[in-house]
């Protein structure tokens, strides 16, 4: 009987033992898992801080890059407007140097074609001395001629004249020499009448 209450005390205590080492081993396991799922948690929470931070880091060299891009690219377009206004300028300088150009040549040109109107106007101008001129010696020249046909017929004139009054004085001379002569042949031919009557 006290053996086998000694059993049934051993076999109780054998598995109050094997109860508590079971206990024991589900509360190790329980710990460990805790642990586990502790350090898993602490990792995670690890990782995702560190992922955060790298997050964050990201973000801000994102900014900061899209800060640089956008200052590069206002620097570049400040650069494009500094160089339009430049080119702009350029081009009116050019321009303006093109217009003073042409002004000037448009000048030379109107210069050159007054200096072309006047050569020609002078050329216009002797030419028509000249035809004055020549004109002037042609009624110079019909003048005298005109003058010396006068001379002659004047000449002439005079010369007939001269010849009409010789011939009339020969003529009166004749008639003169005629009545003496007739005058004497009178006389004689009295005297002689007078002499053949006396006979």
Known sequence: ?????MMMMM?????????MMMMMIMMMN???????????MMMM?????MMMTMM?????????????????????????MMMMMMMMMMMMVMMMMMMMMMMMMMMMMMMMMMMMMMMIMMMMMMMMMMMMMMMMMMMMMMMMMMMMMMMMMMMMMMMMMMMMMMMMMMM???????????MWMMMWMMIWMMMMFAH
């Open 45 to 49: 929470m690890m990782m995702m801080m």
């Open 1 to 5: 009987m006290w053996m086998m209450w």
């Open 11 to 19: 076999m109780m205590m054998m598995m109050m033992m094997m109860m």
């Open 30 to 40: 329980m710990m460990m898992m805790m642990m586990m799922m502790m350090m898993m």
């Open 56 to 80: 964050m880091m990201m973000m801000m060299m994102m900014m900061m890059m899209m800060m640089m891009m956008m200052m590069m690219m206002m620097m570049m377009m400040m650069m494009m």
């Open 172 to 182: 009166m001379w004749m008639m003169w020499m005629m009545m003496w002569m007739m």
